[in-house]
């Protein structure tokens, strides 16, 4: 049985992007080492997905296993494989590649499939807001801690802008931040219509994010979410090239965003 020891932490600074990947993660692992994934104690957020019954774990743990970087580390646990499958086991780490769930996709899309209430109400918005998916790009802008946290990369109005400019232009506009009032004063002219996603929490946000096909994301996992949720067939994602900063700088990302995602220097 595999658990996720940084979940039992009480989701310490663990916001629900990076929820959502460690718990897809380990579901891939559970599904690649035959075994089952239990959770410390209920995972509020699941209430807002068709997620499988996951047990609450009962049992003592008295073996951890930690991601050694932040890259995809599946060959480090593989050498566990006989104790993963057999004993109780706590995963410690960010796991933050899709590469841990390759072997069951279509398992983790549909246990973050929304709950009937949250996709309704977001049909409803689109609808209300007129929005033609073929014709409008959603732009995901993380500030917050981001703001004053150094080992992150602070997208700027440029990357946005040139992103738009490079990919986009001439579409309609919506815009998806957890500081939208910096937003409607750098983004608001950046396309003849642009949409600011007020008044919605995080959960309607990344509902209706995953509607759209065209995204430009920023460096967060809550972006990264919103994209890789969406279900279009032609689905166009541009990332940024920078994600940390500081003294994480040189960590190396390349096995967190999907290779097909198109990748822009704002500084280039």
Known sequence: MIYSNML???WLKFNLGNQLFVIASLLGMAHRYQTQLAFFKEWK????????????LT????????????????????KFKNIIQHEVVGIDGYLQSAKYWQDCESVIRRNFTFKEAISEAVKQIVTASNIDMNQCVAISVRRGDFVTDPTHYLLPQEYYMGAYRTYFQGLDVYVFSDDLDWCKENLATMAHTVHFA?????????????????FIIANSTFSWWGAYLSEAAEKQVVRPYHHFDGPLKNVSIADHYPAEWLVYNHLD
């Open 59 to 78: 049992l003592p743990v008295n073996i951890l296993f930690r991601e050694p970087d932040f890259s995809y580390s599946i060959a480090f646990f593989d």
């Open 45 to 56: 957020n699941g209430r807002y997905f068709n997620l499988s019954d996951i047990p609450i």
């Open 198 to 214: 007020d008044e919605l929490d995080a959960i309607h946000q990344l509902c209706l994010m995953s509607q759209f096909k065209k």
């Open 8 to 10: 039992h932490n009480p």
